[in-house]
T-cell receptor
Framework: AQSVTQLGSHVSVSEGALVLLRCNYSSSVPPYLFWYVQYPNQGLQLLLK??????LVKGINGFEAEFKKSETSFHLTKPSAHMSDAAEYFCAVSEGQAGTALIFGKGTTLSVSS | DADVTQTPRNRITKTGKRIMLECSQTKGHDRMYWYRQDPGLGLRLIYYSFDVKDINKGEISDGYSVSRQAQAKFSLSLESAIPNQTALYFCATSDSGAGSTEAFFGQGTRLTVV
């Protein structure tokens, strides 16, 4: 069965600094990987997804993630944090073509200070 | 109008009461899911359905039941609510087409069991 581990439940950065949110996955078959963002009192919005095409995936709001099979990782980055990036971020995995339900990590709360 | 609609948005109920949370979607997707979100635990899968005649348990199905009344409707029931079922509940949908599996979420139902 697939699983996701997000390292760090809380990450704090200064405005303009690099954002790095870590995600490692476990899957017995080639995975599909996703990053979702949840702003306070809202539902989940897809940031980006990897579905076996390019390993470097670009998403909305300047975020990107790189699929590294050898490291079983799918870390989320953004070169320069903005105050509006403060939110909770979830990494999720599904078993690719098998189309299983999404399994989520426990989330990382990103705080951005001025 | 939202593509995935959950009703009610907020509900307070008493221990032992039966309660139903409803989800409807206009995306034409065949797959629907129920998740619950608890602080620090991320989203955990309760039940999922890949078509009208298919119902599957997720990792935390005890105390819950579901009904897929139509392709567009998927309801979650708590037969006898207990306080530790207090949580934020999300319905989601996805398409079964190859290369998809991206999940679209409703705005959530905040349930409090007192």
């Amino acid at each position: 069965a697939q699983s996701v581990t997000q390292l760090g439940s809380h990450v704090s950065v200064s405005e303009g600094a690099l954002v790095l949110l870590r995600c490692n996955y476990s899957s017995s078959v080639p995975p599909y990987l996703f990053w979702y963002v949840q702003y306070p009192n809202q539902g989940l919005q897809l940031l980006l997804k990897y579905t076996s095409a390019a390993t470097l995936v670009k998403g909305i709001n300047g975020f990107e993630a790189e699929f590294k099979k050898s490291e079983t990782s799918f870390h989320l980055t953004k070169p320069s944090a903005h105050m509006s990036d403060a939110a909770e971020y979830f990494c999720a995995v599904s078993e690719g073509q098998a189309g299983t339900a999404l399994i989520f990590g426990k989330g990382t709360t990103l705080s951005v200070s001025s | 109008d939202a593509d995935v609609t959950q009703t009610p948005r907020n509900r307070i109920t008493k221990t032992g009461k039966r309660i139903m949370l409803e989800c409807s979607q206009t995306k034409g997707h065949d797959r629907m899911y129920w998740y619950r979100q608890d602080p620090g635990l991320g989203l955990r899968l309760i039940y999922y359905s890949f078509d009208v005649k298919d119902i599957n348990k997720g990792e935390i199905s005890d105390g819950y039941s579901v009904s897929r009344q139509a392709q567009a409707k998927f309801s979650l029931s708590l037969e006898s609510a207990i306080p530790n079922q207090t949580a934020l509940y999300f319905c989601a949908t996805s398409d079964s087409g190859a290369g998809s599996t991206e999940a679209f979420f409703g705005q959530g139902t905040r349930l409090t069991v007192v």
